[in-house]
């Protein structure tokens, strides 16, 4: 220590302190020596392993060239100027005019757009005084940008020796200042070019302008440089070169502390206690230390659990056969990747004629595993709504999906609506689905709680779904007044049933039908038929597909998180009612 301490002085200065250059190199290198002790004291040697380091020998050609083509790519993307040559055309009585597409140009860059033509000099020339250069810009869907006229003369130009002495034709430029500055705002311009007097050149020959010789035309564009993208186009190589170097030390850099740095200090935060082993065979636990591949197996139990929890027989009930959805070829559904007639369900339908439920029920039972019961019931009456339940309890412990289908309608102008049509409309369209629901609600919650909990979770809920209207979101052509209101009420009665319900693990929502072949329809189809199609956008009256489609998602494990929704099927009708959107 003596010795090593006498030859730091002797390195010192006249009066024992340290000179400017050894300050200098102090200043220089003292940091780097700090991190090095840090990193020998603390952490590991940031020596990367084998496969670490070849990955960074890999990919370091990668980087650079990546880097070459984003610097190419940049350069090549930089705004230039342009020149477009024209083809002026006579003849059918109009000015010289013509028509060309411009390169493909910078829509944020300011050009200084002019007009440069070539003429011979010639008396004629010089004799036809002012005429106007008329500029128009549009895009291709011929939308007007800029249109402008600016005048233009031919004047004789200056005499030179070498061109009297070559013989050759004298010429002159016109260069003629069109617009100052402009910038485009789109990068597909056509421009459209018309040499023409007030007279329409008729005191001087055709009233074509072919008394105006002019050996080439042509548009040009010329960049102006302002601020960065100015700078920018200004140099476009060093540009390029720029970018390209930035992106390589960026990705290097990144590179980098992925092989070196980041790996030894998560060796050091082990070491400390701040995070747990990294050994690739295990992963902490709150609880105590699980191998990934026993971690792997519980969760492909749980998904079996799932999927063979998704197969499992449901029970469904329907009501209503001549509403807005045909329940005859609606099946219900619980996973939606399994076709239509391949459902595992147990579907209960009412309507109150007893011929076409059980129709329906035939249907139904002919179309694959699952089965169908039907029971006749009138559902205006409260009695009939509570026999229908008790026969469901009796035959069932638990209710999966409740479709509220049944409904009624009456068309009246509004001078002869009688007071029986509310009555009877929002009785069954709004009144019974409230009634049926609540009669149905420990079926619901039952099974709910077949679908197992996850704490206050329920993981796959019961569903309401409520068959809307179109015309409970719009305003309708037709007076339908009873019905469009119950319809709208409905809508807003799902809603609230939702929000009150999915803490029992119930969820509600609203399909709002547009246009079906339903008997409900048939009067208005068969007078209307026609305007109606005219109304929808796709041109065509909704199918039982259509909206099975939208039942057997709401109903299926896709559609367990959709709860208070009001999804429109109606052909793209309501984007075409009064004062609606589809938002």
């Known amino acids: 220590m003596v010795d090593s301490r006498e030859s730091k002085l002797r390195n010192r200065g006249p009066s024992g302190r340290l000179t400017f250059r050894q300050r200098l190199a102090a200043l220089t290198w003292r940091p780097f020596q700090l991190l090095g002790n840090a990193f020998l004291a603390g952490a590991r040697p940031a020596t990367p392993p084998v496969v670490s380091f070849s990955v960074l020998l890999i990919v370091t050609p990668i980087l650079f060239l990546i880097s070459l083509v984003s610097g190419i790519y940049v350069w090549r993307n930089i705004a230039i100027g342009w020149d477009a040559p024209i083809y002026l055309q006579y003849g059918d009585g109009l000015s010289p005019y013509a028509e060309v597409a411009l390169p493909p140009i ?26 106007m250069v008329t500029l128009t810009l549009v895009t291709p869907s011929n939308r007007t940008l800029m249109a402008l006229r600016r005048p233009a003369i031919v004047l ?68 102006k440089h302002q601020g960065i993208r100015g700078i920018i186009s200004r140099y476009p190589v060093f540009s390029g070169l720029i970018s390209a170097g930035a992106f390589l030390v960026i990705s290097f850099i990144f590179l980098v502390l992925q092989v070196f740095l980041i790996p030894s200090l998560r060796w050091k935060a082990s070491r400390m206690g701040l995070e747990g082993p990294t050994s690739p065979g295990f992963l902490e636990d709150s609880e105590d230390k699980k191998p990934i591949r026993e971690l792997s197996e519980e969760r492909q139990a749980r998904r079996r659990r799932l999927s063979k929890g998704s197969r499992t027989r449901k029970v469904k009930i329907e009501s209503g056969l001549d509403a807005d959805a045909p329940v005859s070829q609606m099946p219900s559904a619980d996973t939606p990747e399994i ?46 709504v509570e026999r229908l339940v008790d026969e469901l309890s009796k035959a069932e412990k638990a209710l999966n999906v409740l479709v509220n289908n049944a409904g009624a309608s009456w068309g009246a102008s509004i001078e002869e609506l009688p007071d029986e049509a509310f009555t009877k409309v929002i009785n069954l369209n709004l009144q019974r689905v409230f009634t049926l629901t609540q009669k149905c609600l420990p079926l ?83 007078t209307s038929r026609d305007i109606l199609l005219n109304e929808l956008p796709l041109s065509r009256l909704g199918t039982p597909e259509d909206v099975a489609g939208t039942a057997i998602f709401l109903a299926s494990r896709a559609g367990a998180y959709v709860s208070g929704a009001t999804i429109t099927v109606d052909g793209g009708m309501l984007v075409h009612m009064p004062s609606i959107s589809k938002l």
Not at 109 to 128: G, K, M, Q, R, W
Not at 370 to 379: K, R, Y
């Open 106 to 131: 910078s829509a944020v860059h300011p050009y200084d757009i002019s007009l440069e033509l070539v003429v011979p000099t010639t008396e004629a020339n010089f004799a036809l005084g002012n005429f």
């Open 156 to 223: 004789p130009d200056k005499p030179s020796v070498v061109r009297l002495l070559s013989g050759r034709p004298s010429t002159t430029s016109l260069k003629i200042p069109l617009l100052s500055a402009y910038v485009s705002g789109t990068s597909s311009v056509i421009a459209r070019v018309e040499l023409g007097r007030i007279d329409g050149w008729k005191s001087l020959g055709h009233g074509e302008g072919r008394e105006l010789s002019v050996l080439s035309a042509s548009v040009v564009g010329v960049l």
């Open 339 to 384: 076709p239509l007639r391949r459902r595992r369900s147990g579907v209960w339908s009412d309507s109150e004629s007893s011929k076409d439920c059980q129709q329906t029920a035939e249907e139904l039972n002919a179309l694959g595993p699952g089965s169908c019961v039907a029971i006749p019931a009138d559902l205006q009456k409260l009695s009939e």
């Open 444 to 526: 619901l919650r039952a099974a709910a709680e077949q679908g197992g909990q996850i704490g206050e979770v329920y993981r796959d809920p019961a569903r309401i779904i409520n068959i809307g209207s179109v015309e409970g979101l719009g305003v309708p052509n037709h007076e339908t007044y009873a019905y469009s209101a119950s319809k709208a009420a409905l809508h807003h009665l799902s809603r609230h049933m939702a929000g009150r319900l999915g803490v029992d693990g119930i969820t509600s929502n609203t399909i709002a039908c547009g246009p079906f072949e339903t008997k409900m329809m048939s009067h208005l189809l068969n």
